[in-house]
């Protein structure tokens, strides 16, 4: 009797780590889409911060009441608004962060080529007249 019982332990235990294995991974793979407040350039999957590690926890709680990851997502939103997302939407609010970076790429290839344009140009030539007045100076 006190094997089975002993038995029957060891498998609630190793499907609850089991349970719990996959229930981290989830919070890994939902925290890879948010962008952690304090750091910035990281996800809150990656970032070691305080505030990370209690929106970790946080997922981790939504999910076990139940939560879907687009739930937990809106609640993120709602709570901290669009920069909380890693890739933000698309939206008017929006736009400078998803056109911003190709503007300014546009805007430096000109300004390069607007350069590179400059140095291809000949230097003008001193006419005759000018090399005389020039050397009448130095004189």
Known sequence: MVRIFLLLAFFVGHALAVDES????????????????????QT????????????????????????????????????????????????????????GPFVLLLIGIGLFYRRVARRRAPEPQLSQADRERAAKLLE
């Open 22 to 41: 996959a229930l981290d991974r989830r919070v890994t793979e939902i925290g890879a889409e948010l962008r952690c407040l304090v750091c910035q350039n």
């Open 44 to 99: 809150i999957a990656d970032s070691q911060a305080s505030l990370a590690v209690d929106l970790r926890n946080q997922i981790r709680e939504q999910l076990k009441s139940g939560k879907s990851e687009q739930e937990i997502k809106d609640y993120m939103v709602a709570r901290y608004g669009d920069f909380v997302l890693y890739r933000p939407p698309l939206k008017p609010a929006t736009v400078a962060l998803w056109l």
